[in-house]
């Protein structure tokens, strides 16, 4: 577990990460609101041109980060450097370098999607015409939606509209919090896709979530954080390596307690839960495992269902840490 | 050049969010040209009135109670209802400051009483033939300028802390109404008892629509006009500066 903590693996595809500088620099960061420490001490550093994710449950502290990161919140201690710029003593310039999707949408109701654009723009000293701002919509597949109000498009138009707002600047750095939430998984793919262009075009990409999938998917390198600290920072691979051969076989079957303790003797296996009916182990050895599962169930006379054999992935990574599921 | 065209940008977008309002157009503009016309025909028809004193009388009232109006719910429940959505948070994370945007809004709603303003005159002097007094057009537009400066920072110091549009609607309404009927804007403070005559003209609609009537109805400033100003001037840095102190963004 201590050599997960330590874990810091920068992988870029075909560069050396030495070569790549830390665009986003936090040094010991604490966030405060009255009695609550959200954010408990946390450094970091992101290169240009990654896409970093930061994965964690809900209230471990991702969304307090990036809004210190954006600027709008202060910190209690520590310090925040985008680009160079202090971003409390100098967050015009910081600003000037990022593009913002907040957690919850923030529109003015009665402007249209390109009326929206050029308003954001302008915050930024930069005034696109209207052909320019629907040819920025168009990207994000909006072109035709640019004379309507937020209310009419629908929840992953409104996404991809948050997208296209965050990029009004054409910014170095997009900072895009929970950017799938409450997204059906086809309109969840179609931000993910535009996720990717950003990263094809040089973009740092900062993202928090807490979609194990959209972590492993999008992400050059997770911060795994937890009650306000970085528990696991590296690629999602090296992550998921140091859990070792570690594989999760599941299936549904009723069992004792007497049962359940010999399970944990089979070939492989490290670990057991058994909830609701349904037995996960976690082993090393999956193939053996499955073969003594099978013949401790034909022993018992009890039929196997639903069997299922799954890598790890940083889900289990966050379980090993912390004992507990991500969406506990 | 930079900075002007910026502001015209906000400037249009908050036009543009004002306009298209039906709530907002509903109460600012026609709600209280409502108000005009019935009690111009109710009161204009009692022994000893005619419509056309009555509606010269109210004339200078509706504009005020307009401006009171587009302050106060254009004003605050606009602003609680920013911050309700996150917008102010989300300007935050621009370079841009806040206050530029509310400035573009208050810019806004200034040229919208301008429109209320001759929207109720032509009203009056088409259906009750009122005949405004002449020479007084610039202190008209000076006196509607300093009215829609004061009652917009006022919506701005309610829209200070309150969290919720619920919430800002109750208080919002909570003052303006008393505002609405006891500063002389629809009702003669005359008729009032003698301590609310004197509370009401300390308050800023009174001030305004004392001044505005005597302009447009005799032609002339009232005594004293200098006085009126000068308190409205204090009533609009104190609310300002109040504002400007305790305002949250989030």
Redesign the interface.
């Known amino acids: 577990m201590a050599e997960l903590q330590a874990m810091s693996s920068p992988t870029m595809t075909g560069t050396d990460a030495s070569e790549q500088e830390a665009i986003i620099k936090i040094e010991h960061l604490v966030v405060r609101y009255k009695q609550l420490t959200a954010v408990n001490d946390i450094s970091l550093e992101i290169r240009e041109g990654e896409c970093f994710g930061l994965l964690g449950p809900n209230g471990a502290g991702k969304t307090s980060t990036l809004s210190v990161v954006?600027?709008?919140v202060k910190p209690a201690e520590g310090c925040v450097t985008v680009g160079g710029y202090d971003i409390v003593h100098q967050?015009?310039?910081a600003?000037?370098l990022?593009g913002?999707q907040?957690q919850?949408?923030?529109?003015?109701?009665?402007?249209t999607a390109v009326?929206l654009l050029?308003?954001?723009a302008?915050?930024?000293?930069i005034?696109p015409s209207r052909k320019q701002a629907i040819a920025q919509l168009d990207r994000f597949e909006l072109g035709e939606k640019a004379n309507a109000k937020v209310s009419q498009l629908s929840g992953g138009q409104q996404q991809r509209l948050s997208l296209a707002l965050a990029l009004a600047n054409d910014p170095k750095i997009v900072l895009l919090d929970e950017p799938t939430a409450g997204l059906d998984p086809q309109a969840r793919r179609s931000v993910w896709q535009s996720i990717r262009r950003l990263k094809a075009e040089g973009r740092t990409v900062i993202l928090t979530t807490h979609y194990i999938e959209e972590a492993e998917l999008l992400s050059q390198r997770v911060g795994v954080i937890d009650h306000g600290q970085i528990i696991a920072l590296g690629t999602p691979q090296a992550l998921i390596d140091q859990l070792g051969e570690s594989s999760t076989l599941s299936a549904a079957l009723d069992l004792s307690p007497e049962q359940l303790a010999e399970i944990q003797t089979f070939p492989g296996v490290t670990k057991i839960s058994y909830e609701d009916g349904r037995l996960s182990a976690q082993t090393t050895q999956s193939i053996e495992t499955l073969i003594a599962l099978q013949q401790f169930a034909i022993r018992i006379g009890q039929p196997i269902r639903d069997v299922n054999i799954r890598q790890p992935n940083l889900e289990d990574v966050f379980i090993t840490l912390t004992g507990r599921a991500i969406r506990d | 050049m930079l900075a002007l065209q910026q502001f015209g940008v906000q400037f249009q977008a908050n036009w543009l969010s004002t306009i298209r309002n039906r709530t907002a157009v509903f109460f600012n503009l026609i709600s209280p040209l409502l108000f005009f016309v019935l009690f111009s025909f109710i009161f204009g028809n009692q022994k000893g009135a005619t419509p056309e004193l009555v509606a010269l009388y109210l004339l200078p009232g509706v504009i005020v109670a307009s401006q009171l109006s587009s302050g106060l719910f254009g004003g605050a429940s606009v602003l609680v209802t920013w911050r309700e959505r996150g917008i102010f948070r989300r300007i935050q994370a621009t370079p841009m400051s806040v206050w530029q945007l509310i400035l573009a809004r208050v810019l806004a709603q200034v040229i919208v009483s301008f429109a209320q303003a001759l929207v109720t005159v032509i009203v009056g002097v088409l259906f009750f033939k009122v005949q405004l007094a002449s020479g007084g057009v610039l202190w008209d537009f000076l006196f509607i300028l300093i009215g829609s400066l004061v009652f917009q920072v006022m919506g701005q110091l309610i829209a200070a802390r309150i969290k919720r549009v619920e919430t800002a609607n109750i208080v919002v309404n909570v003052i303006f109404l008393p505002l609405l009927f006891f500063t002389d804007l629809y009702i003669p403070l005359s008729v009032m008892p003698t301590w609310l005559q004197n509370i009401g003209k300390l308050l800023p609609p009174y001030l305004v629509v004392d001044l505005l009537r005597s302009v447009m109805t005799d032609g002339k400033l009232p005594s004293n006009a200098l006085a009126e100003v000068i308190g409205l001037g204090i009533y609009f840095i104190v609310m300002l500066a109040a504002s400007a102190a305790i305002f949250r963004f989030d």
Do not use: N, W
């Not at chain 1, 949408?105 to 402007?111: E, N, R, V």
């Not at chain 1, 302008?122 to 000293?125: A, M, P, R, V």
């Open positions: 954006e600027g709008i967050s015009a310039a600003k000037r990022m913002v907040l919850t949408s923030a529109y003015f109701p009665d402007l009326e050029q308003l954001i302008s915050f930024y000293e005034f």
